[in-house]
C-alpha cells in the first residue's frame, strides 16, 4: 500500500493517516437505514459516500469487510427513548406485519442502491435477527455496574461513566448541557439522570415487536443493535465506523460508551461522518418531511423537481462535494451534474477513437498525463476528495477534446494512460457508468414509433410494397400493429 491516504477522523478532529489494525484486511461499520420509508436523497448520501471509500481501500488492495445494519426494530419515533416504534407504527397504518415492512422497504432500498451503482456490503445484518447478542451486551454493561434496572427497563448510566469517561467526546457535547437541556417526557422518571438511555425497554401492552429477556419482555434501545453488530462480524477493535453527521448525538456517543462500558476498551479506531444534504438550507429528512425520494427523482414526479434525474446523476452531484461538506439540492445543481456528466462519458468515447500521434516517440511527453495521474491519486488520499478528483478528470477532458480538434498530440503511451486514468478513476473508484442503453424499453419504442410514421406514410401515399414490408417483417419479430383511428400501435407478443 503505497498510498498515503488520511483520513478526518471525527473523534480527533483532525485528518489522521489510515493504518489498517490488521493490513491488509480492513472492517468498516456504516449505520444503515431504519427501512419504514422509501429511501431520499438524504439516505443516498452515506450509501454513495461510505461506497467511496469501499470502493478505494478496496483499489489500495485492502481485503475490507464492509458492514451495514438495517435497522427493523427499537428505532423509536423521534428518536427518543418513548414511544412508539417507527416501523410499527408504519405497520399499523397498513395494516400489515411489522416484518412485512422492514422486508418492503429493505427491498426497495437494495434496488434503490443498487441502481444508484452502490456496491452491496459485505454483511447487512437485523437488528431483529441479533437479539441474543444484545441481551448479551446488556448483561455485559450491568456486569460493569454502568447501568441499572427499573420496571423491567434498563438504561445506561450516563453520570456514573461520566465520573470515569468522557461521554460527549465524539460530538463534543457537555454533560451539564444534556442534564439542563434535555426536556422532561414521559417515562423519564424510571431514568436516574436526564441524560441517561435505554438499552433495553420493556413493552407496553399495545407494542407489538418483543422478545423475552431476563428483564423483561421487550425490545432493544436503538443504540445497543450497532455495539453489538459491529464487534459481532468485525472484532472488538476495528477500523473505520461511519454514518451521517445526524448520528453523532445521541446515537455514535452512546454506541461508543456501550463498547467502553461492555468490553472494556473503545472499539473503533477511525470516526467519519458524511455531512447532510440540504432543501432550502435546512436538513432534508423523513422526520421533518422536506424530503424527495429517489423514485422521485428518478421519475421527475414531485412538485420541486422541474425533471427527472438519471440515477448517475444524482450519484455524480453527490460526489461532486466534498462529504463533509453540506450539499444543498436545487434543480440547477443537478441539471448542472447532469452537463458535467455528460461532457465527461462524451470525452471516453472520444478518448476510444482517438489515433496516436506517430511522429512523437513513446517515451516522450508523459509527464502531464503522468501528473494528473498522480493528482487524481492526492486527491483521493487527502480524506476522500471526490470535487478535487472530478477537477483533475475535467482536465483530462480538456486534454482529450483538444486532441480531437487537432491542438494537442498524444502518443499511444499517453492515450494509454489516459484510458487507465478514466477506467480507473471515473468507473471504478467514484463508481460512475454511462447509462446509454440501460433504459432499452425507451430505445425500442422509439425505433418502433419512427418505424410507424414510415409506415403511415407510405400507406398515405399508397405504398403497398413498403407498407406490407414491414408489417411482414415485424411479423416475424413478433411484433403486431394494430391500425386505429387514432394512428397505429404495436404490441410486442
Ligand atoms: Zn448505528
Not at 417526557?185 to 399495545?206: I, N, R, S, T, V
Not at 516517440?361 to 509527464?367: A, R, W, Y
Amino acid at each position: 500500500m503505497e498510498n498515503q491516504l488520511y483520513i478526518h477522523n471525527t473523534l480527533s478532529r483532525k485528518k489522521e493517516l489510515f493504518e489498517a489494525i490488521n493490513p491488509p484486511f480492513a472492517g468498516m461499520y456504516v449505520c444503515g437505514p431504519t427501512v419504514y420509508g422509501d429511501p431520499h436523497l438524504g439516505h443516498a448520501r452515506p450509501a454513495i459516500t461510505f461506497d467511496l471509500v469501499f470502493r478505494y481501500l478496496q483499489h489500495l488492495g485492502y481485503r475490507v469487510r464492509y458492514v451495514r445494519n438495517i435497522t427493523d426494530v427499537g428505532h423509536l419515533v423521534a428518536d427518543l427513548d418513548e414511544g412508539e416504534d417507527k416501523i410499527a407504527v408504519k405497520a399499523r397504518l397498513e395494516q400489515l406485519e411489522p416484518m412485512e415492512i422492514a422486508q418492503y422497504y429493505a427491498d426497495r432500498y437494495f434496488i434503490f442502491m443498487d441502481s444508484l451503482n452502490v456496491k452491496r456490503p459485505s454483511i447487512e445484518p437485523r437488528a431483529s435477527g441479533h437479539m441474543i447478542e444484545q441481551i448479551r451486551m446488556v448483561q455485559q454493561i450491568l456486569d460493569a455496574g454502568y447501568a441499572y434496572e427499573v420496571n423491567g427497563s434498563v438504561y445506561f448510566d450516563v453520570e456514573k461513566y461520566s465520573k470515569t469517561f468522557e461521554y460527549g467526546k465524539l460530538s463534543g457535547r457537555v454533560l451539564d448541557d444534556l442534564m439542563t437541556n434535555t426536556r422532561a417526557l414521559e417515562g423519564q422518571d424510571e431514568k436516574q439522570h436526564p441524560a441517561d438511555f435505554a438499552l433495553w425497554k420493556k413493552a407496553q401492552p399495545e407494542h407489538i415487536m418483543r422478545w423475552p429477556s431476563p428483564w423483561s419482555e421487550g425490545f432493544p434501545g436503538w443504540h445497543l443493535e450497532c455495539s453489538a453488530m459491529s464487534t459481532k462480524y468485525l472484532g472488538n477493535y476495528f477500523d473505520i465506523h461511519g454514518g451521517g453527521m445526524d448520528l453523532l448525538f445521541p446515537h455514535h456517543e452512546s454506541e461508543i460508551a456501550q463498547c467502553q462500558a461492555a468490553i472494556g476498551h473503545e472499539s473503533v479506531k477511525y470516526w467519519m461522518h458524511n455531512n447532510m444534504v440540504t432543501i432550502q438550507g435546512q436538513k432534508m429528512g423523513k422526520s421533518l418531511g422536506n424530503f424527495i425520494t429517489l423514485d422521485e427523482f428518478f421519475t421527475g414526479k414531485h412538485r420541486l423537481l422541474e425533471q427527472a434525474y438519471s440515477p448517475m446523476t444524482i450519484r455524480f452531484f453527490i460526489l461532486q462535494a466534498h462529504y463533509r461538506s453540506t450539499l444543498d439540492f436545487s434543480n440547477e445543481a443537478l441539471q448542472a451534474a447532469e452537463r458535467g456528466l455528460k461532457k465527461m462519458l462524451t470525452a471516453c468515447e472520444t478518448l476510444g477513437r482517438l489515433v496516436p500521434a506517430t511522429d512523437t516517440p513513446n517515451t516522450e511527453g508523459t509527464g502531464r498525463i503522468n501528473a494528473l495521474k498522480t493528482g487524481c491519486y492526492e486527491a483521493m488520499n487527502d480524506d476522500l476528495n471526490s470535487p478535487i478528483l472530478i477537477a483533475c478528470l475535467f482536465e483530462g477532458v480538456r486534454i482529450i477534446n483538444s486532441a480531437a480538434d487537432g491542438k494537442e498530440r498524444l502518443n499511444e503511451a499517453e492515450l494509454a494512460m489516459l484510458k487507465e486514468i478514466f477506467n480507473t478513476f471515473l468507473f471504478e473508484i467514484l463508481g460512475l457508468k454511462d447509462e446509454k442503453g440501460s433504459d432499452q424499453h425507451e430505445t425500442i419504442d422509439g425505433l418502433m414509433q419512427l418505424i410507424l410514421s414510415i409506415r403511415q406514410k407510405s400507406r398515405e401515399t399508397k405504398d403497398w410494397g413498403t407498407s406490407d414490408q414491414i408489417r411482414d417483417t415485424l411479423q416475424k419479430l413478433n411484433i403486431t400493429v394494430k391500425d386505429g383511428k387514432e394512428g397505429s400501435t404495436w404490441e410486442n407478443l
